[in-house]
């Protein structure tokens, strides 16, 4: 069965500092990894995905995350957090081989940076 | 950037009324989504919506919900008697024929039943 595991509810950084989201993952086939950002009131927000090849994926506003097939993880990182970065991060797969058509979220990280 | 665009935005209905969300995904995606969230859970899925037939759909999508694109544009969600726990932000989305790896998602409609 397809899931996704965000282990932390909530995860707070101080602005400047690196910040670590962490995700697993588990899938019957081969995955396509994803993030979205949600803030306040708002929809879901591309972020970054890993289809294939490099494993270290950039995305948008400055995060990357590393595929490791081994852990079956996918966490979110960025070097310098911004207090701008503080918002819901959802980690989401979809399965290549097995209903693909279809999105599995994670329940959702709260990111709180500080100023 | 293309986006897809859900109204309203914001809705309340009373318990037992019939509400239809609006969506229009992007104009050359060929492939419809809905997702719902309830407040403080996960986003789930609800159904897939290709070549004018339903291609696959949750068991959260039980004969209360039905789905339709009516002219070509507009992809909507109908929850024909709304009961509480329908309550949720509804994310719509869609993807083009060959865009396996991502959807573009709308903004969202929070449903709130009262």
């Known amino acids: 069965a397809q899931s996704v595991a965000q282990p932390e509810d909530q995860v707070n950084v101080a602005e400047g500092n690196p910040l670590t989201v962490k995700c697993t993952y588990s899938?019957?086939?081969?995955?396509?990894l994803f993030w979205y950002v949600q803030y306040p009131n708002r929809g879901l927000q591309f972020l970054l995905k890993y289809i294939t090849g490099d494993n270290l994926v950039k995305g948008s506003y400055g995060f990357e995350a590393e595929f490791n097939k081994s852990q079956t993880s996918f966490h979110l990182k960025k070097p310098s957090a911004l207090v701008s970065d503080s918002a819901l991060y959802f980690c989401?797969?979809?399965?290549?081989?097995?209903?693909?058509?279809?999105?599995?979220f994670g329940s959702g990280t709260k990111l709180n940076v500080k100023p | 950037e293309p986006e897809v665009t859900q109204t309203p935005s914001h809705q309340v209905t009373q318990m037992g009324q019939e509400v239809i969300l609006r969506c229009v995904p992007i104009s050359n995606h060929l492939y419809f989504y809905w997702y719902r969230q309830i407040l403080g859970q996960k986003v789930e899925f609800l159904v897939s919506f290709y070549n004018n037939e339903i291609s696959e759909k949750s068991e959260i999508f039980d004969d209360q919900f039905s789905v339709e694109r009516p002219d070509g544009s507009n992809f909507t969600l109908k929850i024909r008697s709304t009961k509480l726990e329908d309550s949720a932000m509804y994310f719509c989305a869609s993807r083009e024929a060959g865009g396996h790896y991502g959807y573009t998602f709308g903004s969202g409609t929070r449903l709130t039943v009262v």
């Open positions: 989401a797969v979809r399965d290549k081989e097995n209903n693909f058509n279809k999105f599995y």
């Open positions: 899938v019957s086939g081969n995955p396509y």
